[in-house]
């Protein structure tokens, strides 16, 4: 079984600045995805960042970067430079890399860009 | 970049109906997955494809169907539609099971 937990209440931030989202993913496999998924008020999901747990080096893509700690089950999103078009719900989610090859999501997390 | 395609993008239905909601898959992408995301929720698994055979199957109801056809594209089949399932459904596809999963546009489902 698998649990992604987001906990954080609606954020906001002012464009330019930097805010992270936290996540936690409780599995008992070793080896799983893990990744960020966007959905803005269109409702489209769209993948944002992808990590592997067995990689140590945190992925980055633009201005979107992870902080996975793999001890302690944490895999936060940090968005820099935040644009208005940022605003969107976050979700959290992993895959077992062996098993059933479903996601599972997180409640997600809502982010308010403020002009 | 070719995205999945859902069709169609809106359907309203009355209580009891059926209803068929389509997926075509990112070109050489072989394998398919359902999600139905409710006002306010997290995507749900209902079930997914792998070359044409189930997968995995998630909390699908038994008044649902699936199946994956010879060109990749998949259908589902809703039947005795109820309040209750009223939804956003998700279709997404990758290259084998450990990849990314993109999804598409999403069928807004609403059953009155």
């Known amino acids: 079984a698998q649990t992604v937990t987001q906990s954080q209440p609606e954020m906001s931030v002012q464009e330019a600045e930097t805010v992270t989202l936290s996540c936690t993913y409780d599995?008992?496999?070793?080896?799983?995805?893990l990744f960020w998924y966007k959905q803005p008020p269109s409702r489209q999901m769209i993948l944002v960042i992808r990590?592997?747990?067995?990689?140590?080096q945190n992925a980055t893509e633009n201005r979107f970067s992870v902080n996975f700690q793999k001890a302690a089950k944490s895999f936060s999103l940090k968005i820099s430079d935040s644009q208005l078009g940022d605003t969107a719900m976050y979700f959290c989610?992993?895959?077992?890399?062996?098993?059933?090859?479903?996601?599972?999501f997180g409640k997600g997390n809502q982010v308010v860009v403020i002009p | 970049a070719a995205g999945v395609i859902q069709s169609p993008r809106h359907l309203i239905k009355e209580k009891r109906e059926t209803a068929t909601l389509k997926c075509y898959p990112i070109?050489?992408?072989?394998?398919v997955y359902w999600y139905q995301q409710g006002p306010g929720q997290d995507p749900q698994f209902l079930i997914s494809f792998y070359e044409k055979m189930q997968s995995d199957k998630g909390s699908i109801p038994d008044r649902f169907s699936a199946q994956q056809f010879s060109d990749y594209h998949s259908e589902l089949n809703m039947s005795s539609l109820e309040l209750g399932d009223s939804a956003l459904y998700f279709c997404?596809?990758?290259?084998?099971?450990?990849?990314?999963?993109?999804f598409g546009p999403g069928t807004r489902l609403t059953v009155t």
């Open positions: 599995t008992s496999e070793n080896n799983y995805y």
């Open positions: 997404a596809s990758s290259l084998g099971l450990r990849d990314e999963q993109y």
């Open positions: 070109p050489r992408h072989d394998t």
């Open positions: 989610a992993g895959l077992q890399y062996y098993g059933n090859n479903r996601l599972a």
């Open positions: 990590q592997e747990a067995y990689k140590q």
